[in-house]
């Protein structure tokens, strides 16, 4: 994809409508996304970091680091929940189907380090905001809600 940016832009935007189009298709809980894009997000940056080791190349902090979310007043009140009854709920063949196409899409577009974070970047502070406005464990099950414009 290092190309030229017309196809790094390409590749993001098929990403982009694959995900939003299978997340509404299989109507995906936000927890189940979140798990995903995390897990997605957690292997690219120990990449991403041994390969800055082994460069001591840089990447700007939007590459590397979670980008800053707006929590809800009030969002630091703490609710606790059953994480073994949550992780018996979710769906892992969903999960899997969500993480085949990013992983299959990422190859496809042969998406570098650096792209392939920065096209889940906005993924992650999308699911972080609505968990982080989640009041009970009921809302994790709720859909991801994707704006219109997304």
Known sequence: MTDN???????????????VNL?????????????????H????????????????QTFPESVTHPWDIETP???????TFDLEKIFKIIDADRMDILATLIRVTLVEIDASLAEGLLALRPWEALSRTQLAKAKGPGQLFSPLEIPEDW
């Open 5 to 19: 940016g017309a196809t790094a832009v390409d590749g993001m935007v098929t990403l982009q409508e694959r995900v």
């Open 23 to 39: 997340i509404n298709q299989l109507n995906m809980p936000l927890i189940e996304v979140s798990l995903v894009l995390s897990k």
């Open 41 to 56: 997000i957690a292997g690219l940056s120990r990449s991403l970091d041994e390969h800055i080791t082994a460069t001591q």
């Open 73 to 79: 007043e009030g969002s630091d009140e703490e609710f």
